[in-house]
């Protein structure tokens, strides 16, 4: 064991103060942010501490609006987990609160009429008095308010929303979201799963929206020309024919709902198939701001404790070097007399492990050993009261917190993304004993993401890489209290570490980070492998043409009376879509390989990862507890396959088992020339599946789930394993087609 103590992190206070009936005082680095709205720079990339307030950057328009005079009428959160998004709804209510009095709380809005000074050196330098309203957008707060208003659609309940806003005259709007919304109405696929799908196929069909788009630019010099050929596109795009109401409608619900100004919380997060999405909503947001009459309000702020730097280079090549800012909370001396602490002392603690692999694996390793881990530490958990314990696998958070309650007779909460096993409890746990009371959670990413727990004083963390770290020791010490943090680390990486801290008894929370840079990989390595790789790929293309593509194609209806507004659209759209390498060859593969599976479109426009299924926990009352990627299901569980009634899988209990083996489908009778046909082709798993049976393949759990599902699979041909490939099956993101232990192909899944 080797414990070292790490101190306080404290950030820099500014000038500036808030008051009303209360009073805070700026940190530093959000000061930068509200001067950030009064720039000429659309984008701004965040750094700072976890905790240490960079929610604030949704009221950062406001107070530039009291102090700058610019005109923001509001700021849009997106969060990457529902139970993130709610939390900061509450976290808002509490700032709100202390700024003015709720004045309506009805339809999912919160009203407030705030009033407050904006002071610097005891000179009132600002003064607000208006209407802010806060307005939370997920799944699960839309399907309760149609219950509660009894309305037919989700859209209903939008437009309720929509006009208790208008007509409470609200002037800023703060609207809390997850990404599926803003990137749905952005892009126009805001519809029906029945009309997504056929405007989807249109505009993937053979490069007609690229090629639409390049003619309607050649003809911007001679007006009526560009207005015959634009009416001729119309009239030729006879899915949306009689459709302009809609747009309409779905347009005022984007303008009232999602106000110009992005807040994207924690964008580290986003990786691999999910990072091209994100690029496509921060680009969608930037052609929709092209035909605005405000289009200097449409800003984006990155926000992160572990920024994500290969989305600034992406943002950079496409508007230049110029168009982005960086603002960075660094620590500093906890001494001064200017200062805010955002974590307490800690006290860390190395644990090492002899693991059996090396380099990137044996961290990954790490993980099987944290429930004998658990058990030798239950009563030192016990003696703090509030504490996380961090796994990676579902199955060693769950048999770390047997381990725990065997010990301790406590029952935990397990958070993992999956519906816990019945003798523990949920997440319903983390909000009632968010800021005090005994709380013992087991949890990995769900964590990470989840609650903004406070008071957390004893943490165990597995991480398999730097930024997975930061975020995990984040969780603890918040608020400035005193904390323990045990880290797992490899035994042969303990030596560097020490050595690389020089041996003392104490040190900064930035050396702590910089040894451990030593020796773990920075990010994980499927999301250097989306960073690097997939937007090479067709794939990472496919999902963002999809959406732009999309969005120019109802432009064209939009715009029908006025063709030379979309000009700038135009140019932007073909310049971006050069710059992602959507090319010839790649608008043939789409319209061969791709466009005549519109159901598969659906499914690829989703923001998420698609595949899911449903399970139930045995014993459980319930038909159904939740949906989860089956492999994941698979690789934790001991599963049986139940067809009474649907399709379902019963999770009987927790074991581990190796995804690369879980991610494997046997072929009995390969056919080399079958497979070659598919390569590059994207399928419904079903119909895939079906096509490659003839070849005869092993029946399994996975192989029936794949025949039973239409999950978008990408088929690449190969011979023999390949390293990326591999890579990817290992985290459950591909199946390989085998016959006698030797890989024929790939399934991506979609």
């Not at 839309?142 to 859209?155: F, K, P, V, W, Y």
């Not at 599963?639 to 899988?649: A, H, Q, R, W, Y």
Request: charged share 25%.
């Amino acid at each position: 064991m080797y414990t070292i103590e790490v101190e306080p992190v404290c950030v820099e206070l500014g000038y500036i103060k808030v008051r009303s009936k209360e009073e805070f005082t700026l940190r530093r680095f959000q000061e930068s942010t509200i001067d950030f709205f009064k720039s000429h720079h659309p984008y701004l990339f965040l750094s700072a501490p976890t905790g240490s307030g960079k929610t604030f950057t949704l009221l950062a328009p406001l107070v530039s609006n009291v102090l700058y005079r610019t005109r923001y009428d509001g700021a849009l959160g997106i969060y990457p987990t529902k139970p993130l998004t709610v939390d900061q709804l509450e976290s808002l209510k509490s700032t709100l609160g202390k700024l003015g009095e709720v004045k309506l709380n009805e339809h999912g809005v919160t009203i407030y009429d705030l009033e407050f000074e904006v002071v610097s050196d005891n000179e009132k330098i600002g003064h607000y008095n208006g209407r802010v309203g806060l307005v939370l957008l997920t799944r699960d707060t839309i399907e309760r308010l149609r219950g509660s208003l009894a309305m037919e659609s989700g859209q209903s309940v939008l437009d309720a929303i929509r006009k208790v806003l208008l007509t409470e005259d609200v002037d800023y709007l703060i609207t809390l979201t997850v990404p599926e919304y803003p990137y749905l109405m952005f892009s126009h696929m805001y519809r029906s799963r029945h009309d997504l799908a056929k405007i989807l196929d249109l505009a993937a069909s053979g490069g007609l929206v690229y090629r639409v788009a390049s003619k309607m630019l050649s003809s911007m010099n001679d007006e009526d020309r560009l207005k015959k050929y634009n009416e001729k596109i119309v009239k030729s795009i006879k899915v949306l024919a009689g459709g302009r109401v809609v747009e309409r409608e779905l347009a005022d619900l984007s303008s009232a709902l999602l106000p110009p100004v992005l807040f994207f919380d924690e964008f580290h997060t986003w990786g691999f198939y999910e990072l091209p999405t994100a690029i496509a909503l921060v680009l969608l947001h930037r052609l929709v701001s092209l035909t605005s009459t405000r289009r200097e309000m449409y800003r984006v702020v990155f926000s992160s404790a572990t920024p994500n730097q290969y989305v600034a280079d992406t943002l950079r090549k496409i508007v230049g070097e110029s168009s982005v800012e960086v603002v960075e909370a660094k620590p500093v001396d906890c001494g001064g007399s200017s200062v805010a602490k955002v974590r307490g002392k800690t006290i860390v603690e190395l644990d090492p492990i002899m693991t059996r692999m090396h380099g990137v694996l044996a961290w990954v390793e790490l993980d099987n050993y944290l429930p004998d881990v658990v058990g030798n530490k239950a009563d030192e958990i016990l003696k703090h009261k509030r504490a996380i314990v961090f796994g990676r696998r579902v199955w060693s958070v769950e048999d770390s917190a047997k381990a725990f309650l065997s010990k301790t007779k406590i029952t935990p909460a397990v958070i993992t993304g999956i519906t816990p096993p019945q003798q523990f409890r949920g997440k319903e746990e983390l909000v009632d004993k968010k800021a005090s009371g005994e709380l013992y959670v087991f949890g990995n990413y769900a964590v990470e993401l989840g609650v903004d727990l406070q008071d957390i004083r004893y943490s165990i963390v597995v991480a398999s890489n730097l930024g997975e770290l930061v975020q995990r020791m984040g969780r603890s010490g918040r608020g400035g209290v005193d904390s323990k943090v045990v880290i797992l680390v490899p035994n042969s990486y303990v030596g560097v570490i020490i050595e690389k801290l020089g041996k003392k008894s104490s040190v900064q929370y930035s050396e702590l980070v910089e040894a451990f840079s030593w020796v773990m990989p920075d990010e994980h390595i499927v999301k250097k492998l989306g960073n690097k790789v997939v937007m090479m790929y067709r794939i990472g293309r496919l999902r963002v043409f999809l959406p732009l593509a999309t969005y120019v194609l109802v432009s064209f209806l939009r715009y029908r009376d006025k063709p030379l507004d979309l000009g700038p659209v135009l140019r932007e759209f073909v310049n971006i879509m050069q710059l992602a390498g959507v090319d010839n060859k790649f608008l043939s593969w789409l319209s061969m390989r791709v466009s005549k599976n519109p159901e598969v479109l659906v499914e690829l426009a989703s923001f998420r990862l698609s595949p899911s299924t449903p399970y139930v926990r045995a014993g459980s009352s319930n038909l159904v507890d939740g949906e989860s990627n089956p492999i994941t299901i698979l690789s934790n569980y001991d599963v049986e396959l139940d067809t009474s009634g649907g399709f379902k899988l019963v999770i009987k209990k927790s074991m581990r088992r190796r995804i690369r083996d879980i991610a494997t489908v046997e072929m009995l009778a390969p056919d080399r020339n079958l497979l070659l046909s598919l390569d590059r082709g994207i399928l419904p798993s079903r119909l895939m599946l079906e096509l490659i049976g003839r070849t005869k393949l092993s029946n399994n759990l996975l192989t029936e789930i794949l025949r039973r599902l239409d999950i978008p699979v990408y088929l690449l041909y190969t011979r023999g394993e390949k390293f990326v490939l591999e890579t990817l099956r290992a985290h459950g993101l591909a199946i390989a087609l085998e016959h006698s232990g030797d890989v024929y192909a790939y399934m991506l899944l979609l």
